[in-house]
């Protein structure tokens, strides 16, 4: 084979490369989304406690408000459709790390969704439903 058909065929492995690389799918979704949500601040219970020490956590998150942004995140950035009740827990403390699940409705089935908490000011990431 000569010089010139080696080149010719290198060019068009070059070229069919280039055109495999700008396909027209879509770019699959983060797998996290950050959302801000103002934490609430929770009041100890009132009542006598022995010892004077009290188990309420400080900040939390309204859980109301999370369900209704973790739906509008699974909507909008995940794209998902179909998305119907979303439960989080109640008391869950402001604290960068932590973690916890809520639970969505997709399509009729049941999922979870991993909230990971990354900052002491009411931010958090919301996983893919899994």
Do not use: H, W
């Not at 369900?67 to 402001?94: F, H, I, M, R, W």
């Amino acid at each position: 084979m000569s010089r010139r058909a080696v080149a010719t065929v290198g060019l068009c492995c070059a070229a069919f490369a280039v055109l495999a690389a700008c396909s027209d799918s879509p770019v699959p979704a983060p797998a996290t989304k950050t959302v801000t949500v103002p934490p609430t601040t929770s009041t100890p219970a009132t009542g006598s406690t022995s010892g004077g020490s009290s188990s309420a956590p400080g900040r939390v998150f309204d859980p109301r408000t999370m369900q209704a942004d973790v739906k509008k995140v699974l909507t909008e950035t995940y794209q998902l459709k179909d998305v119907g009740d979303v439960l989080c827990p109640s008391n869950q403390t402001v604290k960068d790390g932590g973690t916890f699940s809520c639970t969505v409705q997709v399509g009729g089935e049941g999922k979870t969704v991993t909230i990971t908490v990354t900052g002491d000011d009411g931010r958090y990431e919301v996983g893919a439903p899994g």
